[in-house]
């Protein structure tokens, strides 16, 4: 299957900076790739859809002016969390799809600090 | 709205004994429900999925799970776990494919020896 990278794997940040997460496929073009949220015992959200060369589309409830997300290229999507506070600390996993209509692979993660 | 409820959040067994993990699953359409596995600092792995063929699904490392409409489960089995099982292991449902997951909350699974 295909191999998603996320980076940095941890970040600490302080209130009100911003933060910028990689996500980037390895071995394999990604027209569409996934953003998810977890909380700590909890389950993934989905967050957004990313589609490369257009906008991303937010899920209900998810800011789309806090947590933008581009996705420039076919190996590489971003999320920025901005104006960082201690809410958003989470962990952060992006997916892609697959050549199969049923398929989709994961990034390690990203754990979001902020103080 | 879809949703996933696994039930337990943690479960331990022993070496060589049988691991199940319960699933269930609500969706007003017919589901496609997967399972996915989470070692320490890596992504989620998917395990087996099920996409309205055969009931029976068989996964990764001796992984199998059922599907039951009439239980709306889709628990999870292993005759004989390994030590190298130990992982979280999520649930989840989608109704396109893995276009959109809804996911539940995750079980951890710890292996005696």
């Known amino acids: 299957g295909a191999v998603v990278s996320q980076h940095p794997s941890r970040v600490i940040c302080k209130s009100g900076t911003s933060v910028k997460i990689e996500c980037r496929s390895l071995d394999f073009q990604a027209t569409t790739m996934f953003w998810y949220r977890q909380f700590p015992k909890q389950s993934l959200m989905l967050m957004a859809t990313s589609n490369e060369g257009s906008k991303a589309t937010y899920e209900q409830g998810v800011e789309k002016d806090k947590f933008l997300i581009n996705h420039a290229s076919l190996t590489l999507s971003t999320l920025t969390v901005t104006s960082a506070h201690p809410e958003d600390s989470s962990f952060y996993i992006c997916?892609?799809?697959?050549?199969?209509?049923?398929?989709?692979?994961f990034g390690p993660g990203t754990r979001l600090t902020v103080l | 709205a879809q949703s996933v409820t696994q039930l337990g959040s943690h479960v331990s067994v022993s070496e060589g004994a049988l691991v199940l993990l319960r699933c269930n699953y609500s969706?007003?359409?017919?589901?496609?429900l997967f399972w996915y596995v989470q070692y320490p600092n890596q992504g989620l792995q998917l395990l087996l999925k099920y996409t309205s063929a055969a009931t029976l699904v068989k996964g990764i490392n001796g992984f199998e799970a059922e599907f039951k409409k009439s239980e709306t489960s889709f628990h999870l089995t292993k005759p004989s776990a390994h030590m190298s099982d130990a992982a979280e292991y999520f649930c989840?449902?989608?109704?396109?494919?893995?276009?959109?997951?809804?996911f539940g909350q995750g079980t951890r699974l710890t292996i005696n020896p």
């Open positions: 997916s892609q799809l697959g050549t199969l209509p049923d398929e989709q692979f």
């Open positions: 969706s007003s359409v017919p589901p496609y």
């Open positions: 989840a449902v989608s109704r396109q494919g893995a276009q959109k997951l809804v």
